[in-house]
């Protein structure tokens, strides 16, 4: 899994992700929300931060499906990425962790605008891979992953 990949790659105690045709508006706030946290740390071992992600848009550039997503994280090694189609990012079980939504960056899903083609069946294919290889899944990963998806069509 990529994400998680990156994450153990990174060095620095805050993270953030994104995906190559994602926009990301209101990037200037990245600074004031990491100093505002630092500043009023408490015994909370690491923070998720979720901000709104801006998925899909109809002919005349109106989203059509919003929801929030794990963005921002510090202390990293408290989160863990599940899945291998609809990543989630989610604390690990005895951790003591805030996750906290915001709206000062929001991250706007550009796909529809790209000119690369979409490959049919890629996520479809990608977890009858992943079953084949792992015995066991988590069930309660799967279902936060096809909530999401769900949302989108029914909103």
């Not at 290889?133 to 949302?151: A, D, F, G, P």
Request: hydrophobic share 35%.
């Amino acid at each position: 899994m990529a994400r998680q990949r990156s994450f153990d790659l990174a060095t620095q105690p805050w993270v953030m992700w994104c995906d190559a045709d994602d926009l990301i508006e209101g990037a200037q706030n990245l600074n004031k929300i990491i100093e505002n946290y630092n500043a009023n740390k408490s015994n909370i071992e690491g923070v998720g931060f979720l901000f709104p992600y801006e998925y899909s848009y109809n002919a005349n550039n109106e989203c059509t499906c919003r929801h929030y997503r794990e963005r921002l994280f510090y202390n990293k090694q408290y989160f863990n990425w599940m899945n291998p189609v609809h990543e989630v990012c989610v604390p690990n079980d005895k951790a003591n962790i805030a996750m906290i939504p915001k709206d000062d960056i929001i991250f706007k899903h550009q796909r529809q605008y790209s000119e690369k083609i979409p490959e049919s069946g890629r996520n479809l294919r990608i977890m009858r891979r992943h079953i084949k290889k792992s015995w066991r899944i988590r069930c309660k990963t799967i279902i936060l992953s096809w909530i999401r998806v769900l949302q989108c069509w029914f909103d």
